[in-house]
């Protein structure tokens, strides 16, 4: 079975300033999905970024962006000029490539912006 | 983007009650629907998966027929807690998957908080 492990409950920083989000996992697959979703205090899930096994590349969304290291087994996500906005739960997440299988979440890391 | 809905949002019930809970995808279909769990301060467990026309499958040490589910069409699936008890309180959030995208993606509803007295 595959694992998500996010080793910091809770991690702070200054606004504007940039945050590094971590998350290891531990998989026997190939092919798979790795994204990071935001849950503010309303509960509801955001995608925040997705990345897929099999692109080289690191996925980028706005300010938004992760470190992917396949061999790792790493994918971590930054924060770029950190934004009041950006206070929330953020969980890294697993998929399985091909199949249509639920997600595989870590515990969670709860970010604050500190004004 | 596409939007996934839930009813009701918040459900307070007797212990010994059945609370169902529906789950749409309102501009999208979704052959694949997911029920997670997540207890406060908690991450989201996976429950089950709801398969349109066909069984759903549930991940170890959930109790299927404590938690029914329903997918009779292409955007709802329902969840019901049979005889719920206050250890069934929790925050239930269910998901859906765009059967005609091809970035593999899952939507998540609002969530439906159930307190069980």
């Not at chain 1, 955001?46 to 290291?69: D, G, P, W």
């Not at chain 2, 459900?11 to 809970?21: L, M, R």
């Not at chain 2, 997540?38 to 404590?66: C, H, I, R, W």
């Amino acid at each position: 079975a595959q694992t998500v492990t996010q080793s910091q409950p809770e991690m702070s920083v200054q606004e504007a300033e940039t945050v590094t989000l971590s998350c290891t996992y531990d998989t026997s697959e190939s092919d798979y999905y790795l994204f990071w979703y935001k849950q503010p205090p309303s509960r509801q899930m955001i995608l925040v970024i997705r990345q897929e096994a099999y692109k080289q590349q690191n996925a980028t969304e706005n300010r938004f962006s992760v470190n992917f290291q396949k061999a790792a087994k790493s994918f971590s996500l930054k924060i770029s000029d950190s934004q009041l906005g950006d206070a929330a739960m953020y969980f890294c997440a697993y998929h399985s490539g091909g199949g249509a299988d639920g997600l595989t979440f870590g515990k969670g890391t709860h970010l604050i912006i500190q004004p | 983007g596409a939007v996934v809905s839930q009813h009701p949002s918040w459900v307070i019930c007797k212990s010994g009650t059945s609370v169902k809970i529906e789950c749409r995808s309102l501009d999208f279909q979704a052959t694949t629907m997911f029920w997670y769990r997540q207890f406060p301060k908690q991450s989201l467990m996976l429950m089950a998966t709801s398969n349109e026309g066909s069984k759903a499958t549930y991940e170890q040490g959930v109790e299927k027929d404590k938690f029914l589910i329903n997918h009779a069409s292409l955007t709802l699936s329902t969840l019901t807690v049979t005889s719920a008890h206050p250890e069934d309180s929790s925050f239930y959030i269910c998901s859906a998957r765009d059967t005609a995208s091809t970035q593999e993606t899952q939507y998540f509803g609002p969530g439906t908080r159930l307190l069980v007295l």
